[in-house]
């Protein structure tokens, strides 16, 4: 290994940078993605450990107090079909128009969730949506810099620590335009378990998974459903406390050991922006739209000042108190929570309703108040 195993966040950093290509990125048994070196192709260069965003600091000169926006996207349609207030696609559009490159996940046909680029907005509308499972990052920060060297516009968005991948990719140089965007993530979940979850869904009812979307907004923005669609035509909706690959999800249970001990949950963030849901709203001109999708939006720098601008014609937004968006985030500031279950869920065998039973007990309301928001958490108040 490159680092020390559970502190890898598989951000892919080393295999991007490898002249050697002696670097695969491979699933281990728990069904996380982690470098392997063959050593018969390895010149001992040390440039996978010089990028390394975990060995070395990343520079950062992020505000420690970013400015924050409460959010959302003007355009009902694009509102409908996002996870949260839209803002992914805002940014995205102000980069097309740019004749930009957008970089981001996408989950394929065969339910792979990898970074891809796009040029075009029927290329990146499958961006769109929060994906509870590790993206696997392959070739796009190679990808990135030659877009950056050829001077075009570049925006990258993925996780935490992936940014901070690519900015060790990057050498830590500076590209005035790249824009770079963290979600605001929870921890990577198990590819393996998400694996068994979907087998167990199709042999239930008979037929291949088409799609999955975990922010189906059909029922509200705040219910968190999961809606799966088969081959055949049929669709299902499953509320994410009901679910086992969710409940398993929001307990904290089936994350990557990076994720309990994360250097890049904290402040100041690693990116240009920050994005997530805006769970806590006290605003009541905005707080009515509440189950229409909101968006936080931290913005980390002057870059990220001069960028909102030209995008905020698109949104409807109000500067909000940074403490607001990180009472009911804890991941802006702080890593999830390493529970006991998730010493035993990944090794035993069973299906994911079973090991979700046995290892993820009953979900406690700060759990529910945190991961689903404001408005639930003043009902479980109010039955109290």
């Given at each position: 290994?490159?680092?020390?195993?559970?502190?890898?966040?598989?951000?892919?950093?080393?295999?991007?940078?490898?002249?050697?290509?002696?670097?695969?990125?491979?699933?281990?048994?728990?069904?996380?993605?982690?470098?392997?070196?063959?050593?018969?192709?390895?010149?001992?260069?040390?440039?996978?450990?010089?990028?390394?965003?975990?060995?070395?600091?990343?520079?950062?000169?992020?505000?420690?107090?970013?400015?924050?926006?409460?959010?959302?996207?003007?355009?009902?349609?694009?509102?409908?079909d996002s996870s949260s207030g839209g803002v992914f696609t805002a940014l995205a559009d102000y980069v097309i128009r740019q004749k930009g490159i957008v970089i981001g996940a996408m989950m394929n046909e065969n339910l792979e969730l990898f970074h891809t680029k796009a040029e075009k907005r029927e290329e990146y509308e499958k961006m769109r949506g929060s994906k509870y499972l590790q993206s696997e990052i392959r070739d796009n920060y190679i990808e990135a810099k030659k877009y950056l060297e050829q001077n075009k516009l570049v925006l990258f968005i993925g996780c935490p620590c992936q940014i901070a991948g690519l900015y060790g990719f990057l050498e830590n140089k500076y590209y005035e335009n790249?824009?770079?965007?963290?979600?605001?993530?929870?921890?990577?979940?198990?590819?393996?378990?998400?694996?068994?979850?979907?087998?167990?869904?199709?042999?239930?009812?008979?037929?291949?998974?088409?799609?999955?979307?975990?922010?189906?907004?059909?029922?509200?923005?705040?219910?968190?459903?999961?809606?799966?669609?088969?081959?055949?035509?049929?669709?299902?909706?499953?509320?994410a406390i009901k679910d086992s690959y969710m409940t398993s999800y929001m307990?904290?249970?089936?994350?990557?050991?990076?994720?309990y001990q994360c250097k890049f949950a904290k402040l100041p963030r690693i990116a240009d922006f920050t994005i997530g849901d805006f769970r806590e709203i006290k605003d009541k001109s905005i707080i009515d739209r509440y189950e229409k999708g909101i968006s936080v939006i931290l913005l980390n720098n002057k870059k990220s000042d001069i960028i909102f601008n030209c995008i905020k014609k698109d949104l409807a937004c109000i500067e909000r108190p940074l403490e607001e968006a990180t009472s009911t985030n804890r991941n802006i500031t702080k890593p999830s929570i390493r529970p006991d279950g998730r010493s035993y869920i990944l090794k035993e065998e069973g299906t994911t309703k079973e090991l979700q039973r046995k290892y993820c007990k009953r979900l406690f309301k700060e759990y529910i108040a945190n991961m689903l928001g404001y408005k639930i958490m003043l009902k479980l108040r109010k039955k109290d």
């Open positions: 290994m490159i680092c020390n195993k559970e502190k890898c966040t598989g951000c892919s950093a080393c295999y991007n940078i490898c002249p050697k290509k002696c670097i695969s990125m491979e699933y281990d048994d728990e069904g996380f993605i982690y470098p392997l070196i063959d050593k018969n192709k390895c010149v001992n260069c040390g440039m996978c450990r010089k990028v390394c965003p975990i060995i070395n600091d990343i520079k950062n000169d992020n505000r420690i107090e970013p400015k924050t926006i409460c959010a959302y996207h003007i355009d009902d349609k694009i509102l409908e790249l824009i770079t965007v963290d979600l605001i993530c929870h921890g990577a979940a198990s590819k393996r378990f998400f694996d068994k979850y979907i087998e167990e869904k199709e042999k239930k009812y008979k037929n291949k998974i088409k799609s999955i979307s975990f922010r189906d907004k059909k029922r509200g923005y705040s219910k968190y459903i999961t809606k799966i669609t088969f081959e055949n035509g049929k669709e299902i909706y499953i509320n307990k904290y249970s089936i994350y990557r050991e990076s994720c």
